[in-house]
């Protein structure tokens, strides 16, 4: 079993920032691969970004490249997602999850592992 615990949302103004942190236990993670989703009111939960646990490879939707950043600090187990110049169409709960797919990461159905989410508000 994996658990993944979410934090760091909360209220920011546009153009603010923020930084999530997803803390994972519970398994190793070596060949796992990490992603951040978000599901805004009255639509479908969609991928964010995602980072290979070994390597670090970094995967980004088109709409946050230049804007968000996701890490991880192996020693940790934690992932983050560094939020910057955000909007408020980037108003969303957030979620972690994990999966030892390394194709289509993309989809929901991928990732075996969810995390409660923590929601994050931008003021316009």
């Known amino acids: 079993q994996v658990q993944l615990v979410e934090s760091g949302g909360g209220l920011v103004q546009a153009g603010g920032s923020l930084r999530l942190s997803c803390a994972a236990s519970g398994r190793t993670f070596s060949t796992y691969l990490m992603a951040w989703f978000r599901q805004a009111p009255g639509k479908e939960r969609e991928f964010v970004a995602a980072?290979?646990?070994?390597?670090?490879?970094?995967y980004y939707a088109d709409f946050v490249k230049g804007r968000f950043t996701i890490s991880r600090d192996n020693a940790k187990n934690t992932v983050y997602l560094q939020m910057n110049s955000l909007k408020p169409e980037d108003t969303a709960v957030y979620y972690c999850?994990?999966?030892?797919?390394?194709?289509?990461?993309?989809?929901?159905?991928?990732?075996?592992?969810w995390g409660q989410g923590t929601q994050v508000t931008v003021s316009s």
């Open positions: 980072i290979r646990w070994s390597g670090g490879n970094t």
């Open positions: 999850a994990v999966t030892e797919r390394l194709f289509e990461i993309w989809v929901l159905s991928a990732y075996s592992y």
